[in-house]
């Protein structure tokens, strides 16, 4: 009995969440400032990065577009990736316990050939708010421009998590903010990178202030 309900609950609660998504943005009141000319507008790959804790406004915002999102092969992993699948993402599963390097190689080949990833760079297990090195050593490596972003909702719930997950309530006004695109040379050192994840954090910050501002007009 345990190991049938363990194989049917990723499922199960994927299926659940999607629906309850998917019915809460069909009443959100949207507004999307710099889609057309920071992520429309933009050739190439493209890294749409934003803090783990806003996910929800991202994956109703971008779904059945075929964009990829990078998923652990953990236990919630699995869940996730149902999730995302069924919001029509594609996926590529890896992390930096399991199939960490093979999944970061496949993603730079993806970006190379022009696909856009959905990606946090606080994931999957923080500390929240903080750049880690996965986002912009993709970036280097693929050529790809990441391009912050950042988002809110007014009224909402907020989860006691590590990243306070941000979920809106119905019919709430919805804000997503991206800014200009940042570009990691390939030729940049360790003290460079480190400058440029800092002028990232900024940004995915200034993003999020503004889009919190908007929602709450």
Not at 66 to 90: H, N, P
Request: with cysteine; proline share 5%.
């Amino acid at each position: 009995m345990r190991s049938w309900w363990r194989s049917v609950q990723p499922a199960l609660f994927a299926f659940l969440i999607t629906s309850i998504a998917r019915l809460i943005g069909l009443t959100l009141r949207w507004r999307v400032l710099g889609e057309r000319e920071n992520l429309d507008g933009v050739q190439g790959g493209k890294i749409i990065a934003g803090w783990h804790g806003r996910t929800f406004l991202a994956a109703l915002r971008w779904r059945n577009r075929g964009y990829y999102a990078l998923i652990s092969r953990s236990r919630d992993g699995e869940m996730q990736d149902q999730i995302f699948r069924r919001f029509g993402y594609r996926t590529v599963r890896g992390s930096t316990k399991r199939g960490g390097a093979r999944a970061a190689v496949e993603c730079a080949r993806l970006l190379r050939k022009g696909e856009t990833f959905v990606f946090t760079p606080d994931g999957p297990r923080g500390p929240s708010g903080e750049v880690q090195e996965g986002i912009l050593w993709l970036a280097k490596k693929s050529g790809a421009v990441i391009i912050p972003g950042g988002a809110a909702a007014r009224p909402r719930w907020m989860a006691r998590s590590w990243d306070r997950y941000m979920v809106p309530l119905p019919f709430a006004k919805a804000v997503i903010v991206l800014g200009e695109p940042i570009r990691v040379p390939e030729d940049a050192t360790d003290e460079q990178l480190q400058q440029i994840g800092e002028q990232l954090k900024q940004a995915l910050n200034e993003a999020e202030k503004r889009a919190e501002e908007e929602a709450s007009k």
